[in-house]
């Protein structure tokens, strides 16, 4: 068995389920809620290449660097984005949270509080992370902003950190949370989605 074992995590408005080519279908739609790849700094897929993005996830897997999942909306059971953690390293219990993206319809909504409480409570209360990091393109300041929300520290600039399909080089951004932070963290999460009801 590894440290990174397969398992949903769930609240009462939406589960993480691990990621299958049965989320095909559901996420195919997801992701021309708002023509999601349009977005130059993120990596989803079109309608197009779903069933590639789930594989190539799904060969990470494999490999143990990932752990991709379906954002269900419990209240209908249809997919509506995905998430995972990466860059997994078990020896030293670390992981990052990434590749994360919603259906506009769902974003500005309690959907990204609760899968990053989902997440995290999970990476620090059930795996024993000492830290959880995020990383984004240095441009996507949306991002930047949501991620030093959550109460993430900013470590530092990865400067041309990868090539991009347009031959530029993403400089990225990289944030964290500590064990030590978590507790602090949570409550803030949780109040947060409180204030969604």
Known sequence: MTWLTTSSLTNKNIRLEPLS????????????????????????????????????????????????????????????GSTRFCNIDSKNKRLEIGYTWYAKSYQRTATNTICKLLLLQHAFE???????????????????KAIARLGAKQDGILRQHQQLKDGSYRDTVVFSILNSEWPSVKKKLSLKLNSYS
């Open 21 to 80: 080519l049965e989320h095909i279908s559901d996420l195919s739609v997801a992701v021309q809620d708002g023509n999601l790849w349009e977005l130059w700094f993120t990596s989803v897929p079109n309608q197009d290449s779903v069933e590639s993005y789930i594989k190539e996830a799904l060969q990470k897997q494999d490999e143990l660097n990932q752990l991709a999942f379906a954002v269900i909306d419990s209240n209908n059971d249809k997919a509506v």
């Open 126 to 144: 059930t795996l024993d992370c000492i830290a959880v990091e995020f990383r984004t393109h240095i441009k996507n300041t949306a991002s930047r």
